[in-house]
């Protein structure tokens, strides 16, 4: 089982991981030395084990912030697919009706198309957000 050595908050350990897993642990200690540096730099040296504590509820607290920020926008894309489910209802419905109102079935279908890859445009806009 390797061993990686990293630094949290100027302080030294080694932390035994899955083979392949080093660069992850390193990546995640990197995170928690980052809090532990904010930490030390807003009050000032502390435990080793107050330090670790309070840096993973500092990460903590952000992991659920994006919890809810990912929860909000599966809403909102959900939101958006029923709008895009209604627009292509819609555009079913006058892509039907087409051949009474515009003698040219090409220039509808254009549209049709258009108005379809501006909703996954926008579908996949919120979804980056």
Same mark, same amino acid.
Request: with cysteine; charged share 30%.
């Given at each position: ?53 309070? @840096? ?17 926008? !599966? ?12 627009a292509e209802v819609r555009n079913s419905?006058?892509?039907? !009706?087409?051949?009474? !109102? ?8 254009? @549209? ?10 926008? !579908? ?6």
């Open positions: 089982m390797p061993e990686v050595n990293v630094t949290i908050g100027n302080r030294n350990f080694a932390l035994a991981c899955n083979e392949g897993e080093e660069p992850h642990l390193e990546a995640a200690a990197k995170l928690l030395s980052a809090e532990a540096d904010t930490l030390q730099a807003q009050i000032g040296r502390v435990t080793e084990a107050r330090m670790l504590l309070m @840096s993973g509820l500092m990460l903590a607290d952000k992991i659920k912030e994006l919890e809810w920020q990912a929860r909000a926008s !599966a809403e909102r894309v959900k939101e958006m697919e029923g709008q895009l489910r209604a419905a006058l892509a039907a !009706a087409a051949p009474k !109102a515009f003698p040219n079935e090409e220039v509808l279908l254009r @549209s049709y198309e258009d108005a379809v890859l501006r909703l996954e445009e926008l !579908a996949d806009e919120i979804e980056r957000k």
